[in-house]
């Protein structure tokens, strides 16, 4: 059923989208005797939620996984068809675009769950006990060490804004960001930072657009690429994959703003009426629970709210203490970002200010 | 003496309890329903404002650009419906065509826009199978490109509205619950307290010595009042009725008395010479009987004087001895038995009681009698004592006594175990009688080697004796 109104979703989509949405699945079959299968929807990128799911299946052996990855936007569509149908997507959505989970839980697609894990959360990552936050991962710059001189290393949004207009034509073509049309998460972040500081962003804006700033899908794209050194800097990344990515490639640097920090939780949401709801409360349980928090800070998203920042990465001591974290609140505020008139005018505003006045001439040159 | 428990029907506390707890419940419910009521009002207006200046500040951002009308929904707005942060919240803007510009196209007020008369408006509804608070703003619009009315709808679940009620009504209701306990513990100390003298006289009727028909006196609430009266008219209807029969008993003895001496003359005169053995005999047991009756005759006189002067003549400070003495002469006859060792016993310190000489003495000669009459074999001993606080008469024989078992009855009237021997058993019933009367006793001490007692005793008069 999911597959036939993914199809027909597929008709709708941009060939750009078509592309990138091959869905990866993932099956994690139990060790021991069936008990059932935990059907995971997810935006989170499948190393990252490796350790997680086996580390998972070792405390409940019984339980196989079907792991179903992907884009954040497509993840949506898929939910929010399937919540109008009430055919419930899965067990389990997993998506760093809270915004969109928010609005999913706002339209009654989402089934409430309390636990004593639930209760640990904090209020800034709770919605009616329907959408929750199980990480806290900050929106970082990446830089290839290689490419960017020490000296020129960007620590705030202004430095950064600076540094592409002084430096012009060395960083022309070499800056990515996502491309907020595709991601959802991209968007999220995009319009925070519109709200943080209006001034900012606008000259940050115009300096990428300037500096003819590369947009792409996802984190993992941009991440390779300033890896190789085809781009030098990347903007907005989330600092979990960052991180992961810069433990791989020695030569990629990661920075954490000292001017503010957009900190997001990925949210987590049990589909109203899913089959195995119980399955996908057991996994939700896991991810909040010490155990699940401990892998997470180990071996798959790297930040915490309270503890210091892993090593090796640039910025304040602990973001917490520090004040720049400015967490994006899992609430009602997140529905102004999913209101459509206001997406559509934001996106076209980006997409005027970055890719068209980023006239095609320059980079056919 | 204690009566018979009655047939109780629900008893005056009961009965106000029980109604006062039902006016208190009932009154209760009212004031929680009120509570409820009041909350939901409060609660509503609480949030309605929230939702009003939410579509308020989206309506405000309504734009026209470039000839387009726009919506920059504020994030304000969303934040200020977020404090009611468990509630899901839904909008639409309608522009100036009654299109959808944005939000949830099938969201509706429930009164149709074009019918409302206020720019603003806050109405309960059902959306998405929940029941919402729907609140609508209305924008004017006189641009060139752009005129007419744009509308903006928002409605919020009723979560945080429930809560603040429930919060509220269960706070009023701990309030009413603990006020109604307290009404009815003081309900329940002012009925007990209401009801005392009731309670009072009801003691003081019970406490009350049989032979007292005296009215009663006892300081009542005027609502007791007639029921008081009652009690004093009938109790005086009685003391007539008794004064009369003992009158009536008085006049019957002495009417009796005058044949029956003149009846004892003629038997003496009539002598024993010329009657046969048989004959004898029989004038014997006539004159017995005839001695006997007219001592019986005497004893109901001595009996109606006793009752008579115990609630006629003034009692003074008489010395026990000096009664006790005159008493024991008059009892003990001249032609008593020359064998029979008789003594009487008095301290010193001649104890007084306050009482009349007459009628103890009447006691006294009574008891005194009846130990020479029932009880003395060889030995009659009249005693006075006194104690601290009570004076004694004590007359002692060294017959066989009255059997414990026998003592209660020996003090009734004309009860005796010994009728057979011409007993008329009036002599204790007056010895008790005039006992009760000085607020005394008479009790007897079981035999034991020396014999068998009779006491009467008499609290001790405590002022100066004249």
Not at chain 1, 90 to 112: E, I, M, P, R, T
Not at chain 2, 116 to 137: C, F, T
Request: hydrophobic residues 40%.
């Amino acid at each position: 059923m999911i597959r036939v109104s993914f199809a027909l979703l597929m008709v709708g989509l941009t060939a750009a989208q078509a592309l990138a949405a091959e869905s990866n699945k993932t099956l994690f079959p139990a060790v021991q005797p069936d008990a059932g299968t935990l059907t995971i929807y997810s935006t989170t990128d499948l190393a990252a939620i490796k350790p997680l799911i086996e580390d998972f299946q070792k405390s409940s052996p019984d339980v196989s996984i079907d792991y179903n990855e992907y884009l954040t936007n497509e993840l949506n569509a898929l939910a929010s068809e399937a919540c109008r149908k009430q055919e419930p997507l899965g067990d389990l959505l997993l998506s760093s675009s809270v915004d969109q989970l928010l609005k999913l839980a706002n339209d009654g697609c989402a089934a409430a769950h309390t636990s004593p894990e639930t209760l640990r959360v904090a209020d800034w990552a709770n919605w009616r006990d329907e959408v929750f936050g199980f990480t806290y991962e900050p929106a970082v710059f990446v830089y290839n060490r290689s490419k960017v001189p020490p000296a020129e290393v960007p620590r705030t949004h202004v430095e950064l804004a600076d540094l592409l207009r002084e430096r012009l034509d060395y960083y022309r073509g070499r800056v990515g960001t996502y491309d907020i049309r595709l991601s959802g998460i991209g968007y999220l972040l995009a319009f925070n930072d519109a709200r943080q500081t209006t001034t900012v962003f606008g000259r940050l804006l115009e300096s990428m657009a300037r500096a003819s700033a590369v947009a792409r899908c996802c984190t993992g794209e941009i991440l390779e690429e300033v890896a190789k050194g085809n781009l030098y800097i990347g903007y907005n990344m989330l600092g979990s994959y960052a991180y992961d990515a810069a433990q791989r490639h020695p030569e990629l640097g990661v920075v954490v703003p000292r001017d503010y920090t957009l900190v997001l939780s990925r949210g987590a949401l049990i589909p109203k009426g899913a089959q195995r709801a119980d399955l996908g409360a057991r996994f939700l349980d896991y991810l909040l629970s010490e155990r699940g928090q401990s892998v997470a800070r180990t071996n798959a998203f790297y930040f915490t709210e309270s503890g210091e920042l892993p090593p090796g990465v640039d910025g304040p001591q602990n973001l917490k203490e520090s004040g720049v974290a400015q967490p994006i609140r899992i609430g009602p505020a997140l529905l102004a970002v999913q209101d459509r008139a206001q997406r559509q005018r934001f996106i076209e505003d980006w997409s005027q200010s970055l890719i068209e006045l980023n006239s095609p001439a320059w980079t056919r040159e | 003496m204690r009566p018979e428990p009655l047939q109780h029907g629900p008893s005056l506390f009961g009965r106000l309890a029980r109604r006062i707890s039902f006016v208190l419940f009932i009154g209760a419910a009212l004031l929680v329903t009120a509570a409820w009521y009041y909350a939901e009002t409060a609660a509503n207006k609480a949030y309605d404002r929230l939702l009003v200046g939410a579509a308020l500040q989206m309506a405000e951002s309504l734009s026209v650009e470039d000839g387009i009308l726009t919506a920059r929904l504020p994030t304000s707005a969303f934040e200020l419906l977020g404090l009611a942060d468990r509630d899901r919240i839904f909008y639409r803007v309608i522009d100036t065509h009654g299109q959808t510009l944005t939000g949830y196209d099938d969201l509706k007020t429930p009164t149709p826009l074009e019918r409302a008369q206020d720019p603003l408006s806050v109405e309960e509804g059902v959306y998405k199978d929940e029941p919402v608070r729907i609140a609508h703003a209305t924008r004017i619009l006189a641009d060139p490109a752009v005129s007419g009315r744009a509308y903006v709808i928002v409605a919020q679940t009723n979560e945080a509205r429930l809560a603040l009620t429930r919060e509220l009504t269960l706070r009023a209701t701990i309030l009413v619950f603990i006020m109604s306990l307290l009404a009815f513990a003081g309900a329940m100390l002012a009925i007990r307290y209401a009801l005392q003298p009731v309670e009072q006289l009801g003691t003081e009727v019970r406490g009350r010595d049989p032979h007292d028909l005296t009215p009663v006196t006892v300081d009542v609430p005027r609502e007791l009042d007639p029921f008081v009266s009652s009690i004093n008219h009938f109790m005086g209807r009685l003391n007539e009725r008794v004064d009369l029969l003992q009158r009536f008993i008085a006049d019957a003895a002495h009417q009796i008395r005058t044949p029956l001496t003149a009846l004892t003359a003629q038997i003496d005169l009539l002598g024993t010479g010329k009657l046969d053995k048989a004959g004898r005999q029989h004038f014997n047991r006539v004159k017995e009987r005839t001695s006997e009756l007219s001592r019986l005759t005497n004893q109901l006189l001595s009996h109606a004087m006793v009752i008579h002067r115990a609630d006629s003549v003034q009692q003074e400070p008489i010395s026990l001895v000096d009664v006790a003495r005159r008493a024991y002469r008059v009892a003990i006859p001249v032609t008593v038995d020359p064998d029979i060792v008789i003594s009487f016993e008095a301290p010193d310190d001649r104890p007084f009681v306050l009482g009349d000489a007459v009628s103890l003495r009447e006691a006294i000669v009574n008891v005194i009698d009846n130990a020479l009459r029932h009880g003395t074999d060889q030995r009659l001993e009249v005693r006075v004592r006194a104690t601290g606080t009570q004076a004694f008469v004590e007359v002692e024989d060294d017959g066989p006594g009255i059997p414990p078992e026998s003592w209660e009855k020996a003090t009734q009237r004309f009860a005796t175990s010994k009728s057979h021997e011409g007993s008329s058993g009036l002599g204790f019933a007056i010895a008790q009688e005039v006992a009760n009367a000085h607020g005394g006793t008479l009790s007897f001490r079981a035999r034991d080697e020396k014999g068998f007692t009779v006491v009467l005793t008499l609290p001790l008069y405590k002022g100066v004796a004249k």
